[in-house]
């Protein structure tokens, strides 16, 4: 299991169908916090997700992320 | 009668620089056509090129997403046009697409922006591109376009979205490279 297949692992296992777009790996917590679009929304448009890199979910940080995968 | 004294060394030979003191008079001293076989273009007029400019960016980190709904991508690049008509060919190539966590029908699509007012649709790449286990074969982007709508002279940004219809979509995987090309050419 490559870096991308632990944290997308990791992240399902925390909040199961979150939906994010990551850019990148993620390895530190400076990759966690600015390699990764959060959804928050719908535009207008209904098609274009409205995102932000600051982390709206509670159950998610990234020492829960990399706890999780340094166990895969 | 008077008579005009006429230099042999004028009538041939090599001409020196001496004797080309001054200018000469290009606007209509010149005639004839320079052929290629002398190192001309062998035309009898001049056409000004059509290419006036090309930037270019490479890619090669992984993308994924779980986003049902069109996400940026760090796949981008922007041209400043020197005419609102020019044309702007775009060219993006390349990636390795995965998925995880079960089947994903992943959508590329290119998003546009001028003078920096905020991304919008421009044109789907592809759509619902399935990836599931059992042989699925890594598929790449392969789209180009000729965006003739933008008319401005603002700098234009390209980006790509993307999105997936369930679990994780993988664009690009394991280093492989994307690249985008812009090339304004001349109305």
Redesign the interface.
């Known amino acids: 299991m490559n870096n991308?297949?632990k944290f997308?692992?990791a992240?399902?296992i925390l909040k199961d169908?979150?939906?994010?777009?990551?850019?990148?790996?993620i390895l530190t917590e400076d990759d966690f916090n600015n390699n990764i679009?959060w959804?928050t929304g719908?535009?207008a448009?209904g098609?274009?997700?409205i995102?932000t890199k600051t982390n709206p979910h509670s159950e998610i940080t990234w020492t829960k992320l990399k706890t999780e995968m340094d166990k895969l | 009668m008077a008579l005009t004294v006429v230099k042999t060394s004028a009538l041939s030979g090599t001409i020196t620089n001496a004797q080309l003191a001054g200018s000469i008079d290009l606007t209509s001293k010149v005639t004839g056509t320079l052929p290629t076989g002398n190192g001309g273009t062998g035309a009898t007029s001049f056409s000004p090129g059509k290419v006036l400019q090309v930037q270019s960016n490479t890619f090669t980190a992984g993308i994924s997403t779980s986003d049902t709904s069109y996400a940026a991508t760090a796949v981008f690049d922007q041209i400043t046009p020197s005419a609102t008509d020019s044309k702007i060919l775009i060219w993006i190539d390349g990636g390795r697409a995965s998925y995880g966590s079960g089947t994903a029908e992943g959508s590329s699509s290119l998003y546009r922006q001028i003078g920096g007012g905020g991304f919008s649709a421009l044109r789907n790449m592809h759509l619902d591109q399935v990836n599931e286990s059992g042989g699925y074969g890594k598929p790449s982007l392969a789209f180009n376009y000729i965006d003739t709508s933008h008319n401005t002279t603002s700098a234009i940004d390209y980006k790509v979205y993307i999105k997936t219809n369930a679990n994780t979509y993988h664009l690009n995987t394991a280093t492989s490279q994307i690249g985008i090309i812009l090339m304004e050419m001349a109305a």
Not at chain 1, 18 to 23: A, F, G, S
């Open positions: 991308i297949e997308w692992t992240l399902f169908k979150v939906e994010c777009t990551v850019n990148g790996d679009l959804k719908i535009e448009n098609k274009t997700a995102v």
